[in-house]
């Protein structure tokens, strides 16, 4: 679907998914091991606008598994040189940045600019938060994590589908140690950061169904994935009382049934 892409000429369904992709704006939190493959599969996929948050400056230790940075960009903010690395091999993509912690250190209502939210972050209470403000602000988010060998994913269409709390309930996952603190491997967040982005493309353009109302692992030592359902639950403390599309929703055709 990438405009690069030939095999798109005179389909009339690729280029109808290629436009909703050219105008979408995706936001990713944290570019590490999980936002540079997807900040930079969502790039070469046509999106319109990226928009990359990170608080973090680029460090030796995080080049082999965060794919976007440099030897060359060490010591710089980290949302700097994801951009810098998008732009030189996408130079009509609109970045944005923003070098700070989310919620603290970005801009109050950043989540209701942009229509999907794609969650590179590393910290248990990070995500759970990000799901929270993301159904709040009626914003489609992108759930993920890898430890080791293992990963997961969830999408997550507020008001239509299951959210992370419905899976993981009340818990603030304070004081749980981060993927980096207990190490992964590069080929599991990078797998796991390209299917974030595969989710992106297809709440995006409507296409295939999304992984919502379950919870994708991937099994890297057995080269296995399992499927778990995640039903909604009507007592969920986030997402119990919301109902059809949030105000911030504009995607629109997406087979939420799971
Ligand atoms: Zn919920």
């Known amino acids: 679907m990438s405009p690069r892409d030939p095999s798109t000429a005179h389909n009339p369904a690729a280029e109808a998914a290629r436009d909703r992709l050219a105008r979408v704006r995706v936001l990713v939190v944290g570019v590490g091991g999980l936002g540079c493959p997807a900040a930079l599969a969502l790039a070469e996929a046509g999106v319109g606008t990226l928009g990359l948050v990170d608080g973090d400056r680029v460090d030796l230790s995080n080049l082999q598994r965060q794919i976007l940075h440099r030897v060359t960009t060490l010591g710089m903010p980290k949302a700097a040189s994801a951009a810098a690395a998008l732009r030189a091999r996408c130079p009509t993509l609109n970045l944005e940045t923003f070098d700070g912690r989310w919620p603290a250190g970005t801009p109050a209502g950043l989540l209701t600019t942009f229509d999907v939210v794609v969650d590179g972050s590393d910290r248990a209470v990070t995500k759970l938060a990000l799901n929270d403000a993301c159904v709040a602000a009626g914003v489609p988010y992108i759930y993920a994590g890898a430890v080791g060998w293992d990963g997961q994913w969830m999408a997550v269409v507020p008001g239509r589908t299951a959210c992370l709390r419905c899976l993981f309930g009340d818990r603030d996952g304070g004081g749980e140690p981060t993927c980096g603190e207990i190490g992964v491997l590069a080929p599991v967040v990078g797998l796991i950061g390209f299917q974030q982005a595969m989710e992106a493309i297809k709440l995006i353009t409507g296409e295939g169904v999304a992984?919502?109302?379950?919870?994708?692992?991937?099994?890297?030592?057995?080269?296995?994935?399992?499927?778990?359902?995640?039903?909604?639950?009507?007592?969920?403390?986030?997402?119990?009382?919301?109902?059809?599309?949030?105000?911030?929703?504009?995607?629109?055709?997406?087979?939420?049934?799971?």
């Open 211 to 258: 992984s919502v109302n379950r919870l994708t692992t991937y099994d890297g030592l057995r080269q296995r994935f399992y499927t778990v359902r995640v039903d909604r639950n009507p007592r969920c403390p986030t997402c119990g009382g919301v109902r059809g599309q949030g105000p911030g929703t504009r995607i629109e055709g997406t087979d939420c049934r799971g």
